[in-house]
């Protein structure tokens, strides 16, 4: 029989991680449901989210590193948005089995166009929370990412 038990803290943290849970699923769907009409999900338009915002091209296992995500999926849905003309390969010039991912004017115009419905999206739901309580959040979400990626050190709150 385990007879550890939670400390304050670690309870309160593990309230939080169960919401964390929830608000992923449901920050999803609606994500979902907000991008259907361009013929994306949230998941293809996070990876051109990622491929925007990586400073270079880069090959999927990379763009799934910065994802924090599984190499195979990012590849399935790479491979999906390939065959619609959003993003296409290139040669990497370091590793000529790891193509460099590329998005298309296609690609650029639909994340565009993502982003526009987004911010009337954030704008409403941001509505009637403090800009200081998000800022603490984000705080601890970096220092706990950090800790679970092995370098605690990374984030010190203030």
């Given at each position: 029989?385990?007879?550890a038990?939670q400390?304050?803290v670690?309870?309160a943290?593990?309230n939080?991680i169960?919401?964390?849970f929830?608000?992923?699923?449901?920050?999803l769907?609606?994500g979902?449901?907000?991008?259907?009409?361009?013929?994306?999900?949230s998941?293809r338009?996070q990876?051109?989210?990622?491929?925007i915002a990586a400073d270079r091209p880069?090959?999927?296992?990379?763009?799934?590193?910065?994802?924090g995500a599984?190499?195979q999926?990012i590849?399935?849905?790479?491979?999906?948005?390939?065959?619609?003309?959003?993003?296409?390969?290139?040669?990497n010039?370091?590793?000529?089995?790891?193509q460099l991912?590329v998005?298309?004017?296609?690609?650029?115009?639909?994340?565009?166009?993502?982003m526009?419905?987004?911010?009337?999206?954030?704008n409403?739901?941001?509505?009637g929370?403090?800009?200081?309580?998000?800022?603490?959040?984000?705080?601890?979400?970096?220092?706990?990412?950090?800790k679970?990626e092995?370098?605690g050190?990374?984030?010190?709150?203030?």
């Amino acid at each position: 029989m385990n007879d550890a038990k939670q400390t304050s803290v670690g309870s309160a943290l593990t309230n939080l991680i169960l919401e964390l849970f929830k608000l992923h699923g449901r920050v999803l769907a609606s994500g979902d449901r907000l991008v259907a009409p361009l013929g994306l999900t949230s998941a293809r338009w996070q990876i051109l989210g990622a491929i925007i915002a990586a400073d270079r091209p880069q090959p999927v296992a990379w763009l799934a590193r910065d994802m924090g995500a599984n190499r195979q999926n990012i590849q399935r849905i790479v491979n999906d948005l390939e065959k619609e003309g959003l993003v296409a390969f290139e040669t990497n010039p370091h590793h000529r089995r790891a193509q460099l991912v590329v998005l298309t004017d296609k690609g650029k115009q639909i994340f565009d166009a993502a982003m526009r419905l987004q911010a009337p999206w954030v704008n409403e739901l941001s509505d009637g929370l403090r800009i200081e309580d998000i800022e603490t959040m984000h705080k601890v979400m970096l220092a706990l990412r950090g800790k679970l990626e092995g370098n605690g050190d990374a984030e010190k709150q203030d």
